[in-house]
């Protein structure tokens, strides 16, 4: 059961609206976010909502069976919007575009990645500087001057920025420098991270996990919103299967059914999903016709030189004619 309590509530009031649960042999949890107060309601005796329905102090009150409860479509219709200010949004009506390369290299990298989206009017670019890396022996990214250096061309060109946070330790030195936190495939269940970064004000993007179900991706979203943060999105970036013609099984299911489950944003991850170049394209179409409110990929001047993940990175002419068709394929959709 979620409980949504009206803003400026009177302590007393909240703590009779609390007694009144636990009588009713429920547990809750108080949760504090950037738009509301809500008290959350476990327990599993049936009765009538409108029997404290009615209580002071209360704006509205929905019973979600879903282990997940805040993230579940069933109290909340209306789909949320992430703004990122500027007139850049994720969620809603439109498709986002995010593009840019697996790892942030060089400033060069990062001018001539900027005026490829700046010229596709493309307003998000992705980027790693922490990265998680199979083998110790890689590229493991630039760190917090890559960062900066990032974010001080990115905002005189009016691009927002979604990078990886890998552990918690990261997340005060990058919060001032991004735009959108991403959570990582491996660290889709690292709790901790989850729990410190459902206490800043900055959207958070979650991939759903190497081997993860739908469900475990809903629960991982559940964790970030609990802890105080609504600004959620949900990525699903294909998942680890028997199969060994592409680097990973992607699950196309999965958009739409998340989109029936969770009034949170879905994004898709095409590069990911198959990783190979060529096959990039079809695969993110797939999803922008499937539903998916944005596709993130990974773009590169010259693939074949990335420091990182060159085999499912397309290049710029590539990415250019992928952005029209998925701008048509959208358009066509909405009609």
């Known amino acids: 059961m979620i409980i949504e309590l009206k803003s400026k509530i009177n302590p007393e009031v909240k703590k009779s609206i609390v007694a009144k649960v636990a009588a009713l042999g429920y547990k809750s949890m108080e949760v504090n976010t950037q738009r509301s107060q809500y008290l959350v309601a476990i327990g599993k005796k049936e009765f009538d909502i409108r029997t404290i329905g009615h209580m002071a102090g209360i704006a509205d009150i929905h019973q979600v069976s879903d282990e997940y409860k805040l ?96 552990q918690v330790s990261q997340i005060e030195p990058m919060l001032p420098y991004v735009d959108v936190f991403q959570v990582g495939a491996r660290n889709t269940q690292n709790f901790n991270l989850l729990d410190e970064l459902g206490k800043v004000d900055k959207p958070v993007m979650i991939k759903r996990g190497i081997s993860g179900t739908i469900d475990e991706l809903l629960s991982s979203a559940e964790y970030v919103f609990s802890a105080g943060n609504e600004k959620l999105i949900l990525c699903e970036r294909g998942i680890r299967t028997y199969e060994k013609a592409s680097r990973n099984t992607m699950d196309i299911n999965a958009i739409p059914i998340l989109k029936a489950k969770s009034h949170l944003p879905v994004v898709a991850d095409p590069s990911h999903g198959i990783g190979i170049r060529e096959f990039v394209p079809p695969v993110a179409l797939a999803a922008a016709v499937a539903g998916a409110d944005g596709i993130i990929y990974e773009t590169h001047q010259k693939p074949e030189e990335a420091f990182s993940d060159g085999q499912q990175t397309l290049d710029f002419d590539e990415s250019s004619r992928l952005i029209e068709k998925l701008r048509a394929a959208h358009k066509l959709m909405a009609n």
């Open 71 to 166: 993230v579940s479509k069933k109290w909340k219709v209306a789909p949320t919007v992430i703004d990122l200010g500027d007139g850049v949004t994720i969620g809603g009506n439109g498709l986002s575009i995010m593009a840019g390369p697996c790892s942030i290299e060089n400033e060069k990298q990062i001018e001539q990645t900027i005026q490829h989206l700046v010229s596709n009017n493309v307003r998000i670019m992705r980027g790693g500087v922490f990265k998680p890396r199979s083998s110790p022996y890689a590229f493991r990214g630039l760190g917090i001057d890559g960062l900066k250096l990032w974010y001080e061309l990115a905002r005189k060109n009016g691009i927002k920025i979604i990078s990886e946070v890998m």
